[in-house]
């Protein structure tokens, strides 16, 4: 049995991760409005021994263009921090992370209900810290444009540090460029001493800041030598921050397809890519890429060139590396984003995925994996009963808890 | 009036005195005796007024309260100046989904001077600048929970169509100290609006009050300071458009030791008021002295209701759809 083990973490997204998976006929199409199906998923997750479920969040509308919204399930859901306050009563072992943004919120207020679910759940919160890039949330804050990449940085780096002062009852009062805060944080700390920080951008600025305060990097990598590279840099830069290699777990973001046969698993995702509308294929890619007209461009005709976003910096370059490498349309790009929004899909039998994960995990590109299913429930069971078994099988992942907290599935450090 | 009164149970969880604060199941098992009671709801304070000893913040508190408890109404408390209007009104509407319509939210009128200091407000803000920003925050707040039509999800999966774009508002406001284009990406809640209940108002709140407030919660020495300040907000509900039904009032008592049920009954009996809101202090030795003797006294003598009416928090208090329409 291999000493080191994989963390895994499911990412929870309302009718699944697939653009289309709400027309899934097996899909729970009321996701967005039923609590229960979040209580479910999340006790299949317990039962499987996952660390951690993981919610995303936007304060605002996913997409602009009403014809594309309309025939999406993404308009609605749970607000995350109700969400897994949900969930912190209905579990009992697993993590429960949820990404709340910098930019729209307050340090001390985030502070107290982070600290409040991690009190709730004894000592099984986490928080993803992001900055937002969406005019459509920017307009709901009385914000007349987006700022910019760097200056949404500097506020999130200010919040990170009071934030965590709060929590590590550090000295109080802070007068900065964005925030201020004067006391202490007045809710008593949970087990784990403070909820568990989590952080998914890959951008210089993003991965400096994961580098100085997160304790789990979530990230995107097709190839293992993407996912290699990512993952050395950002170990690399933890000891500016006197910080060690294995205080920081990264868990790229993958997206199974698991059945009995790999033709069998082939058919399942391409039954999930024939309900893709173009237009709503065209949008997303569009959305990530930071682009308002690509629909202009000849579906079957390149990528055409595009200038630096103020946006998500490092998923447009991914995107743009992947379309120029593999010569992808965009009609096939925008197909293949559809399935996972880039992160990196697996299809296959449980064994060959196995094999992959247990090859990015050995070849030092991976310390666990944010498990992307893409639909619910179906997906998940699937995952559930066929990979976990055949990684626990390997050694490569836990047969049963060994602590209480997130912090001790994780094998992380308690804050001092 | 009616012959029996709203009850609502206000659970102060900071103010537990020499304790070093209530766990979950201490809260849950509280909520749950008072549910068996019938009584219609219960109010999460979260003032962040002095250093507390609670473990939990309002909003988390309440939804994990809400998928232990089946009936009653859940209310917490949340300030205008430590939220946004958008995130609150999601908050909101998310609980009273998982709640199944069960939900409202204590919008208190009163500034905090800590919370200013606390949310990057160091100067403070002037009473006045806070009046007129806390009433547009809660015509945000209100106008977000309207922004999705009741039928506005389709779940065609065949036709793929979600939803219908023509059920969905933009809310557009740009006001003086916010603007919200809206809409809300939380679906509209069983209640249609989650239940506005304000306090603190002071003279210059009435009327703001009575316009939109499904409950308002006054605080009253005698049962006849309690009417007299009853029939001035319901005097100002008529001119608002609303019928004075649509607002209840409910008065704050005290349940010191010496709230006595003789002392009680004198504020049912007096029908100075819809009903009463019981602060109680966190101590479980007072729920047990509320739930084992004083209520059973009052619902034997027929003053409160033993079961709850609807689901609803709104059915359990006799409102309509909701204030500031």
């Not at chain 2, 160091?122 to 945000?140: L, M, Q, T, V």
């Not at chain 2, 740009?174 to 506005?196: C, H, I, T, W």
């Not at chain 2, 029908?271 to 084992?292: H, K, M, Q, V, W």
Request: proline letters at 5%.
């Amino acid at each position: 049995m291999s000493a080191r083990q994989m963390k895994l973490g499911l990412f929870l997204w309302a009718t699944g991760h697939h653009i289309a998976a709400w027309r899934h006929p097996d899909a729970h199409v009321t996701a967005g409005i039923d609590i229960e199906h979040y209580i479910k998923l999340t006790r299949t997750a317990e039962a499987a021994k996952f660390d951690m479920i993981f919610c995303e969040d936007a304060a605002g509308l996913r997409e602009a263009n009403i014809n594309i919204a309309r025939q999406t399930s993404r308009s609605i859901g749970f607000e995350p921090i109700s969400l897994l306050s949900v969930l912190a009563a209905q579990t009992e072992r697993i993590g429960l992370v949820s990404t709340a943004s910098t930019s729209y919120n307050e340090p001390y207020g985030l502070a107290r209900a982070f600290a409040s679910l991690d009190n709730l759940s004894g000592g099984r919160a986490g928080w993803n810290l992001v900055t937002s890039a969406s005019p459509i949330e920017a307009a709901n804050f009385g914000s007349t444009g987006l700022r910019p990449h760097a200056d949404r940085y500097e506020r999130a780096r200010e919040f990170a540090t009071v934030i965590t002062s709060l929590w590590h009852r550090k000295a109080a009062g802070h007068d900065g460029q964005s925030f201020s805060v004067r006391d202490p944080l007045d809710i008593p700390p949970s087990p784990q001493g403070a909820p568990v920080m989590v952080q998914a951008g890959a951008s210089d600025d993003g991965k400096d800041l994961a580098a100085r305060t997160a304790d789990v990097v979530f990230s995107a990598a097709q190839t293992l030598e993407e996912a290699k590279a990512f993952y050395d840099d950002l170990k690399g830069r933890l000891a500016a921050y006197g910080r060690q290699p294995d205080d920081v777990k990264i868990m790229p973001g993958v997206a199974p397809t698991v059945a009995a046969t790999k033709a069998e698993a082939q058919a399942k995702y391409d039954a999930l890519q024939e309900l893709i509308p173009d237009d709503v294929g065209v949008a997303l890619l569009s959305s990530y890429l930071s682009i308002s007209d690509l629909w202009r461009y000849p579906i079957d005709g390149p990528l055409p060139e595009l200038p630096e976003s103020e946006g998500m910096k490092s998923r447009q370059a991914l995107v743009i590396e992947q379309a120029r490498r593999d010569g992808l349309s965009i009609r096939d790009l925008a197909r293949y984003f559809a399935g996972a929004r880039g992160h990196w899909r697996v299809v296959g039998t449980a064994d060959q995925i196995a094999d992959e994960l247990q090859a990015r995990f050995e070849g030092g590109a991976a310390d666990g994996f944010n498990v992307m299913p893409s639909w619910f429930p179906g997906e998940l069971d699937a995952f559930a009963t066929m990979v976990v078994p055949e990684l626990q099988r390997r050694g490569l992942f836990r047969k049963d808890y060994e602590g209480r907290t997130l912090r001790e599935h994780l094998g992380l450090k308690r804050p001092v | 009036m009616g012959s029996t009164m709203y009850l609502a149970v206000s659970l102060n969880i900071a103010s537990a005195a020499g304790q070093a604060g209530l766990t979950f199941a201490e809260i849950a098992g509280f909520v749950r005796k008072v549910e068996a009671a019938g009584i219609d709801m219960v109010v999460i304070s979260d003032s962040m007024d002095e250093r507390s000893s609670s473990p939990f913040e309002a909003t988390t508190l309440l939804a994990a309260l809400a998928t232990v408890t089946e009936r009653i109404g859940l209310v917490a408390s949340a300030s205008t100046l430590a939220h946004q209007p958008y995130n609150l009104a999601r908050r909101f509407a998310s609980l009273d989904i998982i709640s199944h319509g069960r939900i409202g939210w204590n919008a208190t009128m009163r500034q905090n001077p800590r919370e200013a200091a606390n949310f990057s407000r160091p100067e403070g803000i002037a009473d006045d600048d806070f009046r007129r920003r806390a009433e547009e925050f809660i015509g945000i707040v209100q106008g977000l929970w309207r922004g999705w039509d009741a039928d506005a999800l389709l779940f065609d999966k065949a036709a793929g169509r979600f939803h219908d774009p023509e059920k969905m508002h933009l809310l557009d406001h740009k006001g003086e100290f916010f603007s919200v284009r809206g809409p809300l990406n939380v679906a509209r809640s069983p209640q249609d609006m989650p239940v506005l209940v304000m306090s603190g108002l002071a003279a210059a709140d009435l009327d703001f009050g009575a316009r939109v407030a499904d409950v308002i919660l006054v605080k009253g020495k005698s049962p006849t300071d309690a009417k007299a300040a009853c029939d001035d907000l319901k005097r100002r509900v008529s001119p608002a458009g609303r019928t004075p039904d649509a607002v209840k009032v409910l008065m704050t008592v005290a349940a010191t030791p010496e709230l006595a049920t003789n002392r009680l009954e004198d504020w049912f009996s007096a029908e100075s008021c819809d009903g009463l809101n019981i602060a109680l202090p966190a101590d479980l030795s007072a729920f047990d002295d509320f739930t084992d003797r004083l209520l059973p006294a009052l619902q034997r003598r027929g003053l409160v209701r033993s079961i709850h009416h609807g689901t609803t928090l709104r059915e359990h208090l006799g409102l309509g759809a909701g204030g500031g329409q």
